[in-house]
């Protein structure tokens, strides 16, 4: 039987990108965020994952408004990373779990989920960045399946909605056959917001209430709307839904194994959390 | 049907901006790829054309004017796309629509952290 060993979360900057690029995680700027995975790292070579479940939103790369799913699923052998316009390097594409894909893609749409299949799809830096925290040198020890978020046109999918959908994919996850280590992430946020005259706005006491909720009280968020959210963590801040979705997976006996939180990174507050599921 | 809710200084891309910003969107998204960006650059007002973008579009396009390009219909995500094109990043965007230097815009990212 699958077994869920925890989930990571993380935001993913596209800055931090070209910080990789340029080898500047000792730089002062930088330090106080990379700092952050060395001990994300430990834990995940302790747990072993043989599959990310990757918990993202497409920015304009794979999806264009043409067709905009709410929840899309990946279900393709491979995942390419493509040039996104604003030259981050692009990385070494991504072996898929067909098999898990498609018994997640059956479970889920049986679970009243009603995914969009995609057996092609490129993936932007909302899904690469994370994966090369976590692998530094970019040659992916894992296999991964990709969960799409719709953080780009409103109505959003609610905060309950993305809770649920995470715990159908812990029960998905817990009713497939294979012996493998699954590790959950959720990529984005936290706060911020790029666009309008409200540009720059950061809400620390509300991410850090959030992070906490992360641990103790997973439900929290879910009062909040689509719109409510933007109010308190800006219009990019929405994207702490992926991280929602990611923590309603785990259906054990959560713990905190680590977390960093730094302002700013770009325009963004940038946090990591390694949370187990045991 | 109900008022929308407003929170200042900031535009919830929803599905009449999408109506109103379709054509300056695809066009972004047309930025993904080098060898669009480089046709655009070669002769900006073609590729406008060939996009469909109407006259608010043009102009706040030939502006590089962010807060235009909101008005415009423009989605965060892919107008990033645009500015990419210029080597514009998250604090030069910020500061162009807050009216702000990129240093004071920068230095009110740190203060958050306070």
Redesign the interface.
Known sequence: MANIVGAITTTHV??IGGAIAKGLQQDPYWKPFFDGFPKARDWVAKVKPDVVVMVYND???NF???KQPTFAIGCAPEYKS??????IPTMPAFQGDEDLSWHLQKSLIGDEFDMVTCQEMVVDHAFTLPMAFLWPDQKWPVRVVPINVNT????LPSAKRCYKLGQAIGRAVAAYDKNINVLVMGTGGLSH????????H?N?EFDLKFMDSMVNDPTWATQYSD?DL??HTG??GVELLNWLVARGALTGKVTLEHSNF???I??T?AATMVLANN | MSEKRVIPGTTIFDGDVARTGYALNKMCYSFNEKANREEFLKDEDAYCTKYGLNDQQRAAIAAKNVLQLLAAGGNAYFLAKFGGIFGLDMQDIGAQQTGMTKEEFKAKLVAAGR
Request: no cysteine; glycine share 12%; hydrophobic share 40%.
């Open positions: 596209p800055s920015h304009g790369l264009f408004l043409d493509v040039d996104e316009g604003w030259g780009v046109l409103f109505p917001q790029l666009e309008g005259k409200r540009a720059g950061i620390k719109v933007v109010e219009t990019q730094h302002i700013p770009s325009n507050a």
